[in-house]
């Protein structure tokens, strides 16, 4: 069904993205912003245009992963090139990080740095700044549902199934345009009682990403680890996006 979606008020601003309201209650206009965070908010700056790179690719991802069977809260593009509607949903308060090599925090625990995993690896933090986002197990998950909101083993079940999904699908569409994924995080939103989706974004600022070719980083490490140029990484992968799209 088509619909006229008419942005509304500032409901939320997040880390990296602003949440409006919409003249349907069902429905936000979730707005991707220049606004790039690492280490907790320790680091901060405004990269111009990021937001509207990250809300292309992060878009044609999700629509990507929805042609092949993963639920999204995606609907279709917003009221500018930064936006796009969304279904609303009850967030539930789990990153969920999904590793087909090693890198980043892994290897800072166990070495191992580019070790490919023959299946895809889950992790999950528990997303509190209050007590810092620990590293959470399923047991933990399971035992704490008044806070991770996950309400029996079926729904995490669920929620692993979709996330490894997804990364074997990313791995396969970023392979084609010659990216590595390296890993990457996602969350879900429940939009009904039984109804588990894939939230949030997919994007750069989300995943590691590298040229197979030059071994360039394309991702937020580039910020992170002050590697180089931000927006030209991530212009790189939408272009790659673009003209496989064509
Ligand atoms: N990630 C994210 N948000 C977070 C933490 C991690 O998007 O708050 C992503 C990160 O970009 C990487 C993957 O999840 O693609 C795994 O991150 P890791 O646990 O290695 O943490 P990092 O070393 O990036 O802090």
Redesign the pocket.
């Given at each position: 069904m088509e619909r006229d979606f008419i942005r509304q008020g500032l409901i939320h601003s997040g880390k990296a993205n602003n949440v409006y309201a919409t003249n349907y209650p069902d429905y936000l206009e979730l707005e991707s912003s220049d606004r790039i965070l690492?280490?907790?908010g320790a680091k901060r700056d405004i990269i111009l245009g990021k937001g509207v790179l990250n809300n292309k690719i992060s878009s044609t991802i999700f629509k990507y992963l929805e042609e092949n069977g993963i639920p999204t809260h995606f609907v279709c593009e917003g009221s500018n090139e930064a936006s796009k509607i969304v279904r609303a949903a009850q967030m539930i308060p789990l990153?969920v990080?999904?590793?087909l090599y090693a890198?980043?925090?892994?290897?800072?625990r166990y070495g191992l740095e580019g070790k490919k995993f023959s299946e895809p690896l889950i992790?999950y933090?528990y997303?509190s700044d209050l007590y810092g986002?620990p590293i959470i197990d399923r047991k933990t998950i399971l035992a704490i549902p008044e806070k991770t909101l996950i309400k029996n083993e079926r729904e995490l079940n669920l929620i692993d199934y979709y996330t490894a999904r997804t990364g074997l699908l990313l791995s396969k569409f970023y392979y084609e345009l010659g990216i590595k994924l390296?890993?990457?995080?996602v969350e879900y939103g429940r939009i009904s009682s039984d109804q588990i989706v894939l939230c949030d974004e997919i994007s750069p600022?989300?995943?590691?990403l590298i040229d197979i070719e030059t071994g360039e980083i394309l991702?937020?490490?580039l910020f992170?680890k002050d590697l180089g140029d931000v927006g030209k990484g991530y212009s790189k992968v939408l272009r790659r996006i673009t003209k496989k799209e064509k």
């Open positions: 690492a280490g907790n990153e990080i999904c590793r890198a980043g925090s892994f290897s800072k992790e933090t997303k986002d390296v890993d990457f995080k600022d989300t995943c590691r991702d937020k490490d992170r």
